[in-house]
């Protein structure tokens, strides 16, 4: 008889509780689903190639208002003797059919080869993070700013300096017809797919 062996990637979940009327940092310990897996075809500063046809449509992997609610990311894993780029991430900027063109404004895609293998990953949101639904389960809702509940406060990680202001705080509210994931300072507007 022959056997096989089945392997699948990681899959679960975790719980964290925190302290109320305190600030706990918290980092989400997995990534989300990958929607594509593949290999390159090839690569140049900005954009890879994929092999085969994945037959996307033009910019399916760029978030669009009202009618695309993901923001995508691609994860660069191993291909070829040497990769400088395995483990690196880049935010997709745009697509064609079998093309994926990523921001490089802080780094390239020199260096990636042929048949690298890469995944298109959507980013994690204030609404796929804590999704309405579990109001009042996994977070408290505000009912009345500027009196906040539970808050997403997003440090500021890039710039240099001591006892800096966030990048941004998040809220959710529920009050009557505005219910969902808001910014400090802008009570109307959606940014529950904010990343």
Not at 37 to 63: D, K, R
Not at 89 to 103: F, H, K, L, M, Q
Not at 151 to 164: A, F, H, K
Request: aromatic share 10%.
């Amino acid at each position: 008889m022959a056997q096989t062996s089945v392997t699948t990637d990681p899959v679960g979940f975790s719980t964290t509780s925190c302290l109320g009327k305190s600030d706990t940092y918290l980092g989400i310990p997995f990534t989300r689903p990958p929607e594509f897996t593949g290999t390159v075809q090839s690569a140049n500063a900005e954009t890879l190639t994929i092999n085969g046809a994945p037959g996307w449509a033009a910019n399916q992997f760029v978030y669009a208002a009202g009618t695309q609610p993901k923001h995508y990311y691609i994860v660069i894993s191993n291909g070829g003797a040497s990769n400088p780029k395995e483990g690196h991430i880049y935010s997709v900027t745009s697509n064609g059919s079998n093309a994926v063109t990523v921001d490089t404004t802080f780094d390239n895609l020199t260096g990636v080869v042929a048949n690298t293998r890469a995944a298109l990953i959507p980013y994690w949101t204030p609404a796929t993070i804590f999704p309405p639904n579990d109001a009042g389960v996994s977070f408290t809702s505000t009912t009345s700013p500027p009196t906040y509940k539970t808050e997403l406060v997003i440090p500021n990680t890039w710039s240099g300096g001591i006892n800096l202001a966030p990048a941004a705080t998040y809220f959710f509210i529920s009050n009557g017809s505005n219910v969902g994931w808001r910014l400090e300072g802008d009570n109307s507007t959606d940014h529950g797919t904010a990343t």
